[in-house]
């Protein structure tokens, strides 16, 4: 397990954007495929998107395409999930989670590290 860490959580208003960002702490993030997941109240934790170790490769949940970007910058050991055209749907803690695997697996369960989570609140 490593240790990963979100920032860039907010409040926004609906049609807003927000970019989360996603590093690990002390240490390189390049050798693991990342995804975002999101837990809403009262909800099961769901997929958002994924990105392969290189960056090639992008996976996304597809209520989400066209709305969220997934990207990685090696060079910063950062991957980053920007948001866009926000709902209040959209309202949940965004995760990051990683693997050592090749990556853009939607279950939850494939991931062995996590972080600990980033508000983010849509108000209509």
């Known amino acids: 397990q490593v240790q990963l860490v979100e920032s860039g959580g907010g409040l926004v208003q609906a049609g807003g954007s927000l970019r989360l960002t996603c590093t690990r702490s002390?240490?390189?993030?390049?050798?693991?495929?990342v995804a975002w997941f999101r837990q809403a109240p009262g909800k099961e934790r769901e997929f958002v998107a994924g990105?392969?170790?290189?960056?090639?490769?992008?996976d996304y949940a597809d209520s989400l395409k066209g709305r969220f970007t997934i990207s990685r910058d090696n060079a910063k050991s950062m991957v980053a999930l920007q948001m866009s055209s926000l709902k209040p749907e959209d309202t949940a803690v965004y995760f990051c989670?990683?693997?050592?695997?090749?990556?853009?697996?939607?279950?939850?369960?494939?991931?062995?590290?996590w972080g600990q989570g980033t508000q983010v609140t849509v108000s209509s």
């Open positions: 990105i392969s170790r290189g960056g090639v490769m992008t």
């Open positions: 002390g240490r390189t993030l390049n050798t693991f495929a």
């Open positions: 989670a990683a693997e050592k695997g090749a990556g853009l697996r939607r279950t939850a369960d494939a991931y062995d590290s």
